[in-house]
């Protein structure tokens, strides 16, 4: 069965804290990785990841995929309140869907 | 970027009665329109994909005459939960991709809450 598994489920930081959130997957025939931010409604787009080893980067938020062990993170810098929202990683699947991790929902208090 | 809209933002409906929520993308031709469903505290759950003019498929799981998905324009989708009860109460969100869109090319809609008494 394909999973994408996120971690810490959930995590509360101060203001200018450094947080690195996590996604696992399992599946052979791996396409993509996205990464995108869901405040209280739509998911808005972070990035797409397909390469292993590159890190892509905007503002304060950077991703990297690790393609040999399954995984990818997502960073963020010098947090701030606007940061906080939950964070969703999805799977581009051979049939060109999205499959969503479980999400992690940061709070970044003042 | 581009701009996908659903109607309405938020419907309460007695048990028993359907429920119509329309997704729309405003400004692109969406070959291919996504419903999912979000409980809360969940993560997004693919209920199935329609491509203008054919019938949708739907995820393992998903009854298709309980949710009725119709593609029938380039730019609208609607998604009908019929005979709703309490445990379709739920925030459904659509998402639309264009014509050989890549995956960061798919934009979401704002989504629906139904909460169904």
Redesign the interface.
């Known amino acids: 069965e394909d999973k994408v598994v996120q971690s810490p489920l959930s995590l509360v930081v101060h203001e200018g804290d450094t947080v690195t959130l996590n996604c696992s997957y399992e599946v052979t025939n791996f ?2 990785l ?1 990464w995108y931010k869901q405040e209280k ?5 972070l990035f ?1 990841l397909t390469s292993s080893g590159i890190e892509k980067k905007s503002g304060r938020l950077s991703s990297i995929l690790d393609k040999k062990e399954l995984f990818s993170i997502l960073n963020i810098t010098a947090t701030q309140t606007g940061d906080s929202a939950v964070y ?1 990683c ?1 799977r ?1 699947t051979g ?9 992690t ?1 940061l709070t970044v208090i003042p | 970027g581009a701009v996908v809209s659903q109607h309405p933002s938020r419907v309460i409906c007695k048990s028993g009665t359907s429920v119509k929520i329309e997704c729309r993308s405003l400004d692109f031709q969406a070959t291919t329109m996504f419903w999912y469903r979000q409980f809360p505290k969940q993560s997004l759950m693919l209920m199935a994909t329609s491509n203008e003019g054919s019938k949708a498929t739907y995820e393992q799981g998903v009854e298709k005459d309980k949710f009725l998905i119709n593609h029938a324009s380039l730019t609208l989708s609607t998604l009908t939960v019929t005979s709703a009860h309490p445990e379709d109460s739920s925030f459904y969100i659509c998402s639309a991709r264009g014509a050989g869109g890549r995956a960061d090319t798919q934009y979401f809609g704002p989504g629906t809450r139904l909460t169904v008494l």
């Open positions: 396409r993509s996205l409604k739509a998911p808005t787009f797409m969703l999805a581009l049939a060109n869907n999205l499959f969503f991790g479980t999400g929902r």
